[in-house]
């Protein structure tokens, strides 16, 4: 790894004597370079160089970032991490700076901070990777989620997922009451104020947001609905296994999420991916759910689930598994009156599905 930072210091470098450790040093001690920045990206290196065989972060950066010494630690091992993995290496303050956001993915001010104690410039951010152009119709709009957390698969058709505020599209809509409630908690944490500090984060999380203590990201928070299928609910036959099976699919992994509409319980409903994996048809395959035909008229969903069906996997194993709106359709009537066999008979009906054998 030392190597790498080398090359790209003999890159930057007129001369080839490190710069010194500590955040600008004086005209007479700084080695020649082109600009500030060249001189912050020299001093960059040579500081990932020293975090490397010493596990210490500069001093100086606690002025530029109001973060522990902890989480500083951490933001190295992830710029070491990405250097490391990056081909060829950053050899220009720009480059350095795109690597370093894409690095630690926090907030704009605290990015901003730290690119600031190194003199490197605010990297250019792409506002849009993919547009309404290249979106399936009816689309409104796309998420690009943190890792997903297992805790918060809710069912086998349902998370909750966070959004990095810095993300483009939501930058802009940060109410600034969550900001300043930030700054606070940020403060209140640092003087040990933990009761005040709760506090901020409840109002936080009541207006929709989420601080991840760990790395200093603000996220918001959004509860997704899987578009077009319908997974056991916890208390029917083959519930947990289909919650199981989702969370094995997407915890600790970043989504992309499609969506087309939000519900009347307030879930965005869309359509999820996870490394290039569609994840609807992997449980409609693996017999995980059934197809909500009422709701969407995809003929690939429908294939996919006549051939779980037909080949006997997953909820399709059990004799007569009865369908999810089936199921709360009953649960709803218990106390009606009503026989079981005629609100089976009501809600396949109006799911315009077969009604299975009894």
């Not at 349902?158 to 409630?181: F, K, L, Q, Y």
């Not at 991840?212 to 997974?231: N, P, S, T, V």
């Not at 999820?272 to 409609?284: A, D, R």
């Amino acid at each position: 790894m030392g190597n790498i930072i080398l090359r790209c210091l003999k890159a930057v470098c007129d001369d080839t004597t490190p710069a010194s450790p500590p955040h600008q040093p004086s005209a007479a001690s700084r080695p020649q370079f082109a600009s500030p920045a060249a001189a912050g990206l020299a001093a960059l290196g040579n500081h990932l160089l020293n975090f490397e065989t010493t596990s210490q972060v500069p001093e100086g950066l606690s002025q530029y970032v109001s973060v522990s010494k902890k989480t500083q630690a951490k933001w190295y091992a992830k710029i070491l991490a990405a250097w490391e993995e990056s081909n060829p290496p950053p050899r220009t303050p720009e480059e350095a700076a795109s690597l370093v956001a894409r690095a630690l993915q926090v907030q704009g001010d605290v990015l901003a901070g730290f690119l600031q104690f190194y003199s490197l410039p605010f990297p250019q951010i792409q506002t849009q990777v993919s547009g309404p152009s290249s979106w399936p119709e009816g689309v409104q709009f796309e998420l690009h989620t943190l890792p997903v957390d297992a805790k918060l698969v809710g069912d086998g058709d349902g998370m909750t997922v966070h959004v990095n505020t810095a993300d483009p599209r939501e930058s802009s809509v940060v109410p600034i009451e969550v900001h300043e409630a930030v700054i606070e908690r940020r403060q209140a944490r640092a003087v040990k104020d933990y009761t005040r500090a709760d506090a901020l984060q409840k109002l936080i999380k009541d207006a929709g947001y989420r601080v991840h203590d760990k790395e200093e990201i603000l996220a918001r928070e959004y509860r997704i609905r899987l578009r077009g299928i319908d997974a056991p609910e916890m208390n029917m036959e083959y519930g947990q296994e289909s919650k199981d099976a989702l969370t094995k699919l997407i915890q600790g992994k970043p989504l992309t999420i499609h969506v087309y509409e939000e519900d009347e319980y307030g879930r965005l409903v869309g359509d999820v991916y996870c490394n290039g994996v569609f994840v609807q048809e992997k449980l409609l395959r693996k017999g995980c759910a059934w197809h909500y035909e009422k709701f969407d008229k995809r003929p690939s969903f429908a294939q996919w689930h006549r051939e779980a069906q037909n080949a006997g996997r997953g909820l399709w194993a059990y004799p007569n598994p009865v369908a999810p709106w089936t199921f709360k359709w009953e649960e709803r009537n218990k106390k009606n009156g009503h026989k079981p066999y005629q609100n089976r008979r009501n809600a396949q009906r109006d799911q315009r599905v077969p009604i299975p054998a009894y």
